[in-house]
């Protein structure tokens, strides 16, 4: 959509984390069908990480001796557990009208508004790529693209956005997100998440951006091979993809002095902090029912990941219980599984993603689910303790 002088005037991000921010003002032209609009939707913003349990352990800590170093840095974490996290996030757009941001696309197959679908408020905007583009079969891929220029005085951090997409499959479609001609967020990526959530679910993604003027590209392409036929037209008939609450947040650093953490999980589970703050410890009996978690959660930003090194001692067994880290941000839900009899701290580590990360570090109790029936049948837990301790959590940038 063609568009007046563009206003080079991205948000300055804020140190500390800060209240939900107000959209921008009106800028760019309203869209041409947006009389047309059906289906409003009033969704209210959600939470990305849930609440924790109301009887959690309240413990003020900080980031301690942390060795900064030009090419990364290693962030060591004390056991800090809040009621909630706080979102260090600035929300750039909703996309319910014109903003400030330098916005920039095609005429050909432009973004546009759309109130089909939002996650915020009531709009969102949507490529150019619709059910109707399934109509075109002229054996050129068609792209509709959407490109975001920061300013010069731009601070480097991490971009997450929301994507509903219902047919992400390919060969008929792809979609990823490329910084100055970088692929930051890859079309294999899009496809699997789109194709493992629900379809009426948003994804969020993340693409870290460095400072200073960079171009973000949203790509999102119809037949990117350029095929002669493709398969007809996926699940629910509807093809198309939204997005909505494009937001900013600053990379993970010893500046904030600080990592939240929560502490709960489901069947009444939490970690208890033992040994002067040192150590947590988490035990299957204290988990209520036949199964469930008690899962320490937090959010790392980072440019281009790191390394999470932790001490874990176990005494746990299979398919009893065990230890697991997952990211929310990676295709495999859970990256690391361990259990076994263990009777002293033993070093590991575990390849945190790019971008931004939740990471859950969870004690499993039946993991798997299984029937009490089939549990006795496979062997006695009474054997171990059902316990998984944690000691020394660091995070190494890269
Ligand atoms: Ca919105």
Avoid: C
């Avoid at 900064?68 to 800090?80: E, M, Y």
């Avoid at 499993?364 to 944690?390: C, E, F, I, V, Y």
């Amino acid at each position: 959509m063609p568009r007046p002088e563009p206003q080079v005037k991205t948000p300055k991000p804020t140190p500390k984390p800060t209240p939900k921010p107000t959209p921008k003002p009106n800028k760019r032209p309203k869209p041409n069908n947006a009389q047309n609009a059906v289906g409003i939707a009033d969704f209210v913003s959600a939470p990305t990480i849930s609440a924790p349990r109301p009887d959690v352990v309240q413990v003020t800590a900080d980031l301690t001796g942390p060795v900064s170093t030009p090419g990364g840095s290693s962030l060591n974490f004390k056991w800090d557990f809040v009621p909630s996290l706080s979102d260090p996030s600035t929300q750039l757009d909703s996309f319910e009208q014109d903003s400030d941001l330098d916005w920039s696309m095609p005429s050909l197959d432009p973004w546009d508004f759309s109130t089909d679908y939002a996650y915020d408020k009531r709009a969102s905007i949507s490529s150019g790529i619709s059910s109707r583009t399934y109509d075109t079969m002229s054996g050129d891929p068609i792209y509709s693209n959407l490109t975001l220029t920061t300013a010069s005085k731009f601070d480097a951090g991490v971009l997450t956005f929301r994507i509903k997409a219902n047919a992400l499959m390919l060969p008929t479609e792809a979609f990823f997100v490329m910084v100055n001609d970088k692929v930051e967020l890859l079309p294999e990526v899009t496809s699997a998440r789109s194709s493992s959530s629900a379809a009426e679910e948003w994804v969020e993604y993340s693409i870290p951006v460095g400072k200073g003027k960079k171009n973000i590209k949203w790509v999102h392409v119809y037949n990117p091979f350029g095929l002669q036929s493709l398969p007809s037209m996926p699940r629910g008939g509807s093809a198309g993809l939204w997005m909505d609450d494009l937001r900013y947040a600053p990379f993970t650093s010893n500046d904030d002095q600080h990592l939240e953490m929560t502490n709960g999980g489901d069947g009444g589970a939490s970690w208890q902090i033992i040994n002067n703050g040192k150590s947590v410890v988490a035990e299957s009996s204290e988990i209520n029912g036949n199964g469930g978690n008690a899962d320490i959660q937090f959010v790392l930003y980072s440019s281009a990941g790191g390394r999470l090194d932790y001490q874990v001692r176990t005494s746990t067994s299979a398919p009893n219980d065990d230890f697991a880290i997952s990211f929310s941000n990676d295709a495999k839900s859970v990256a690391e599984a361990i259990f076994g009899e263990n009777l002293g701290f033993e070093t590991r580590s575990v390849t945190v993603p790019k971008g931004k990360a939740v990471v859950t570090l969870s004690h499993r109790k039946n993991p798997g689910r299984l029937s009490r029936t089939l549990l006795g049948s496979l062997g006695a837990a009474d054997t171990t303790k059902g316990k998984t301790w944690l000691n020394d959590l660091s995070f190494n940038v890269w």
